[in-house]
């Protein structure tokens, strides 16, 4: 049972900007920190952004400032805006529910 499904994913200049999106069934959103991970090509998974039940948020250094979390709890669906993007954001980002349900992933690249 597919309980996360992330879209928005695809090639971007530098400087450009994407938007994700994760949608989660009804229960898990309601019960789970949102969060967004990336991992590149022989790195670790890494965290990018979380926002708490109750829309308290944090980001990875390196992206604050860049990026920015949200969630629609009308729509179960939190999103990752991403402004400014560099090469170094290229990554599969995944989407995940307290760090125990996570998405398929979906690839941005940001290159010329």
């Known amino acids: 049972q597919v309980q996360l499904v992330e879209s928005g994913g695809g090639l971007v200049q530098p400087g450009g900007s994407l938007r994700l999106s994760c949608a989660a069934s009804g229960s898990i959103f309601r019960a789970y920190a949102m969060a967004w991970y990336r991992q590149a090509p022989g790195k670790q998974r890494d965290l990018v952004a979380v926002i708490s039940r109750g829309g308290t948020t944090n980001y990875a250094t390196s992206v604050k400032g860049r990026f920015t979390i949200s969630r629609d709890h009308a729509k179960n669906t939190v999103y990752l805006q991403m402004n400014s993007l560099k090469p170094e954001d290229t990554a599969v980002y995944y989407c995940?529910?307290?760090?125990?349900?996570w998405g398929q992933g979906t690839q941005v690249t940001v290159s010329l």
């Open positions: 995940a529910a307290g760090a125990e349900y």
